[in-house]
């Protein structure tokens, strides 16, 4: 069992910046793949990116490589989304999720398991 809480979001002017946390609770962390979604009003969820257990390993949505950067910090039970060149379309409430299992995240077949509250993030053109 995990839980998951999200902070950082807010407003920010288009080619801004704004850097995302996730905090999880529990001793097995490291066991965790862990992944940022977003999801914008009358849009489909989306999966931005994920993280492997240990950080070896990132995956990006094309809509923001080059621009969006996960981390892990193993240590403090933390990931992080830091966000450059935000976009007006970058505009969503983010999740961050996590599963021991690669597929959830890789395949989407089947969503993880464990998932934040969510936050909101708007950028202003």
């Known amino acids: 069992q995990v839980q998951l809480v999200e902070s950082g979001g807010g407003l920010v002017q288009a080619g801004g910046s704004l850097r995302l946390s996730c905090a999880a609770s529990?001793?097995?962390?490291?066991?965790?793949?862990m992944g940022w979604f977003r999801q914008a009003p009358g849009k489909e969820r989306e999966c931005v990116g994920f993280?492997?257990?240990?950080?070896?390993?990132?995956y990006y949505a094309d809509s923001v490589k080059a621009r969006f950067t996960i981390t892990r910090d193993n240590a403090k039970n933390t990931m992080y989304l830091q966000m450059n060149s935000l976009k007006p379309e970058d505009t969503a409430v983010y999740y961050c999720a996590a599963d021991p299992r690669l597929q959830r995240f890789a395949l989407r077949t089947m969503p993880p398991n464990y998932w934040g509250q969510g936050t909101q993030v708007t950028v202003s053109s």
């Open positions: 993280i492997s257990a240990r950080g070896e390993s990132v």
């Open positions: 529990g001793r097995t962390f490291t066991s965790y793949v």
